[in-house]
């Protein structure tokens, strides 16, 4: 734990001379945000995303519509795994903001929008709605922060299946979308999803990146280390919770969009909040790549179990409950570990200098994860 | 609207939450960690009941439901004593020795594969436990006033329960050392506790009070595959109502979550559940503390 706070100190030195990383005044390190060249990284992501966006032409609007459930459980993954496995806020009630995000999309389809305009609304919302509810929660810690999440979802489910407006607990359909063609709206919803997505790793990397990662990344190591050298724990905490709010929402809406109905038992289901737990679980607690990972391995583990009924819960709850307990940074912390590379570089690299001032091959660490100072590091 | 029926049920009810609620609290108090399969294992209490009485029923050739009932009663909890210390000693202290945050995601994971278990093996239909004519029996107390025999049973079994989980953490050797280890594991393993035995003694006392409470609850209401996570909200509600860490403060908080819900009801069926909700949220925002928290030296 001293060894992980001394290692935030020097993080928080190193951030405070970000903009001039290399300069003489550095001393024997010097410092960058990746081992590979950032390049690469980022044409690798821009060329996934044009095949992914390429998608619909390619295959069937069967296909699509699975591709679409996995980019839902895609970005609500990563959005836990922003409040988890950065701030350190397990939550088992974020199913309040998928349904929320759905019902803000009915609202809005039932007045005339148009949904596809609802979603961006729909993040709004939850991001606002996460405001006060963040309130209440927060009195709570740990485990009683994590069931009272479950309180307010349900309280949120209980109140909404009592409006008749929204369809009482049978549901409503979703309008706006009955005059367009099936195999159209699929591939409109689909890119839809693919750019939601998009946008919230996308944010998920830029935050981890600025100063609130950083201060996260000291948060989750020692809650009051961090607040003793001036972190502000509560606001940071609160930021992740609305942001991760506004991204769940937004995946709830492409919900309520893709099956074209809303019912409240099933938008505010606590097995959404079991899908992104056990996502990141597999996949790994506090990275971006972990929640890529895991929806992959979850979705497939899904697909390949969907006939069996409620086996696939019961087969993925177990792979969920050993790899917590035997692996507990998932597999990409596994893959990672061994091989000191990551594709979103949110944390830092220290590189020895040499008397001609260039870096050695390998960076100097002790921990030999090459991160002296990584968002990955537990 | 009849009042003094609506009190007493909200009264009798509020044992029942606290009864459940004490399990929780006594994890939470020993281990500082929460059991989120608490709801799940009391479903699960009520459907081994549901498994062994056909076989008491068989070998007692003359006995009515009621007695195999009760027979698998009183074989449920023992057997949830010794799951619970097992249980305790192997899944639960790995995950501890990961950190809070792998105990609870476990129990998490847990708490869905024993859902989904049941709803394999039991499918989605609802049960409850066949107690005879005494489920419908009353005290008539006066005109129009009748108090169920069996909420009183229920609230008696609480008061005994949660008083003899008091006498015990206060009085015993055992439950010093419980105190002991909640305080501060490594000194009490200096001075010769295996922290490891009373934890393992904690859970085995926390799930012979889920399998009491779960038994209770399938007695009093019907109950499914799915009913788990409602039952660990409201012993979750009346923990935190009453104060965290004080057991008469769990009475007070499941008494309080009682009445909300029995109110609620009497207004409308369907608000029984969002009042005892809506009570807990409006506590959480003026109250956080509770009403009885406990005193620093509890």
């Known amino acids: 734990m001293t060894a992980t706070f001394g290692r935030i100190l020097a993080g928080m030195r190193i951030a405070s001379r970000l903009p001039r990383p290399t300069s003489p005044g550095s001393g024997a390190v010097r410092v960058t945000r990746s081992r590979l060249s950032a390049r690469w990284s980022r044409l690798f992501a821009v060329a996934v995303v044009a095949v992914m966006a390429y998608m619909p032409y390619a295959t069937d609007p069967g296909t699509t519509a699975v591709l679409i459930n996995f980019l839902i459980l895609l970005t609500m993954a990563a959005m836990w795994n922003l409040l988890a496995g950065y701030a350190g806020l397990i939550s088992v009630g974020?199913?309040?903001?998928?349904?929320?995000?759905?019902?803000?999309?009915?609202?809005?389809?039932?007045?005339?929008?148009?949904?596809f305009a609802a979603i961006p609304l729909a993040a709004i919302v939850c991001g606002v709605l996460a405001l006060p509810i963040s309130w209440l929660v927060f009195r709570l810690r740990g485990g009683y922060f994590a069931i009272a999440t479950w309180v307010v979802a349900d309280v949120l489910e209980l109140v909404i299946s009592r409006v008749p407006q929204l369809g009482g607990g049978t549901g409503a359909a979703l309008p706006?979308?009955?005059?367009?063609?099936?195999?159209?709206?699929?591939?409109?919803?689909?890119?839809?999803?693919?750019?939601?997505?998009v946008a919230a790793l996308g944010m998920m990397y830029l935050v981890l990146r600025s100063r609130v990662g950083l201060a996260l990344t000291a948060i989750r190591d020692n809650e009051v280390g961090a607040s003793s050298v001036g972190v502000r724990v509560g606001r940071t905490k609160r930021i992740v919770?609305?942001?991760?709010?506004?991204?769940?929402?937004?995946?709830?809406?492409?919900?309520?969009?893709?099956?074209?109905?809303?019912?409240?038992?099933?938008?505010?289901?606590?097995?959404?909040?079991?899908?992104?737990?056990?996502?990141?679980?597999?996949?790994?607690?506090?990275s971006i790549e972990g929640a890529i990972l895991g929806a992959i391995v979850f979705f497939s583990l899904q697909?390949?179990?969907?006939?069996?009924?409620?086996?696939?819960?019961?087969?993925?709850?177990?792979?969920?409950?050993?790899?917590?307990?035997?692996?507990?940074?998932?597999?990409?912390?596994?893959?990672?570990?061994?091989?000191?590379?990551?594709?979103?570089?949110?944390?830092?690299?220290?590189?020895?200098?040499?008397?001609?001032?260039?870096?050695?091959?390998?960076?100097?660490?002790?921990?030999?994860?090459?991160?002296?100072?990584?968002?990955?590091?537990? | 609207m009849n009042w003094p029926e609506i009190v007493i049920g909200?009264?009798?009810?509020?044992?029942?939450?606290?009864?459940?609620?004490?399990?929780?609290?006594?994890?939470?108090?020993?281990?500082?960690?929460?059991?989120?399969?608490?709801?799940?294992?009391?479903?699960?209490?009520?459907?081994l009941v549901i498994v062994l009485v056909p076989f008491l029923g068989a070998?007692?050739?003359?006995?009515?439901?009621?007695?195999?009932?009760?027979?698998?009663?009183?074989?449920?909890?023992?057997?949830?004593?010794?799951?619970?210390?097992?249980?305790?000693?192997?899944?639960?202290?790995?995950?501890?020795?990961?950190?809070?945050?792998?105990?609870?995601?476990?129990?998490?994971?847990?708490?869905?594969?024993?859902?989904?278990?049941?709803?394999?093996?039991?499918?989605?239909?609802?049960?409850?436990?066949?107690?005879?004519?005494?489920?419908?029996?009353?005290?008539?107390l006066s005109?129009?006033?009748?108090?169920?025999?069996?909420?009183?049973?229920?609230?008696?079994?609480?008061?005994?329960?949660?008083?003899?989980?008091?006498?015990l953490l206060s009085y015993t050797a055992l439950g010093r050392q419980i105190r002991a280890v909640a305080d501060d594991r490594e000194a009490a393993q200096l001075v010769g506790s295996d922290y490891r035995h009373v934890f393992g003694i904690a859970g085995a006392l926390a799930m012979a009070t889920v399998a009491i409470a779960g038994l209770a609850f399938g007695t009093y209401s019907s109950f499914g595959p799915a009913s788990g996570p409602a039952w660990l909200l409201f012993a979750f509600e009346a923990v935190v109502i009453g104060g965290l860490g004080s057991l008469w403060g769990t009475l007070l908080g499941g008494i309080?979550?009682?009445?909300?819900?029995?109110?609620?009801?009497?207004?409308?069926?369907?608000?029984?559940?969002?009042?005892?909700?809506?009570?807990?949220?409006?506590?959480?925002?003026?109250?956080?503390q509770g009403f009885l928290p406990a005193r620093a030296t509890a």
């Open chain 1, 94 to 115: 974020q199913q309040a903001f998928v349904g929320l995000g759905a019902y803000t999309v009915l609202v809005l389809a039932q007045n005339g929008l148009s949904p």
């Open chain 1, 176 to 197: 706006g979308l009955f005059d367009i063609d099936p195999a159209w709206i699929t591939a409109y919803t689909y890119w839809a999803a693919l750019l939601v997505a």
């Open chain 1, 241 to 286: 919770y609305t942001l991760s709010a506004a991204g769940t929402g937004a995946a709830g809406a492409l919900v309520a969009v893709s099956q074209l109905n809303v019912q409240a038992a099933s938008v505010f289901n606590v097995h959404w909040s079991a899908y992104m737990i056990f996502v990141v679980i597999i996949g790994g607690f506090g």
């Open chain 1, 303 to 378: 697909q390949a179990l969907s006939q069996y009924g409620a086996w696939y819960l019961i087969v993925l709850g177990t792979i969920a409950i050993v790899i917590a307990l035997w692996q507990p940074r998932g597999l990409w912390g596994a893959i990672s570990g061994r091989l000191h590379f990551s594709f979103f570089n949110t944390g830092y690299w220290l590189w020895p200098r040499t008397d001609a001032g260039e870096p050695e091959a390998t960076p100097a660490d002790a921990g030999g994860t090459g991160a002296a100072f990584a968002a990955e590091s537990k």
């Open chain 2, 10 to 47: 909200g009264l009798l009810l509020g044992g029942l939450y606290a009864l459940f609620a004490s399990g929780l609290s006594l994890l939470f108090g020993t281990m500082g960690v929460i059991n989120l399969a608490h709801g799940d294992l009391a479903v699960v209490a009520g459907y």
């Open chain 2, 59 to 140: 070998s007692t050739a003359y006995a009515p439901g009621a007695t195999a009932t009760l027979l698998a009663f009183a074989l449920v909890i023992p057997i949830f004593f010794v799951v619970g210390y097992v249980g305790q000693r192997t899944l639960i202290q790995s995950s501890l020795d990961r950190g809070p945050m792998t105990t609870l995601l476990v129990s998490f994971g847990l708490a869905v594969v024993i859902e989904n278990a049941l709803l394999v093996n039991f499918s989605a239909d609802s049960h409850s436990l066949d107690l005879g004519s005494f489920v419908y029996s009353s005290i008539r």
């Open chain 2, 143 to 167: 005109d129009g006033v009748s108090v169920g025999w069996l909420g009183v049973a229920i609230f008696l079994t609480a008061v005994v329960v949660l008083v003899g989980l008091q006498l």
């Open chain 2, 256 to 288: 309080v979550l009682g009445l909300a819900q029995s109110f609620g009801a009497a207004v409308d069926p369907s608000l029984g559940v969002l009042s005892g909700h809506l009570v807990f949220l409006a506590v959480l925002a003026f109250r956080p």
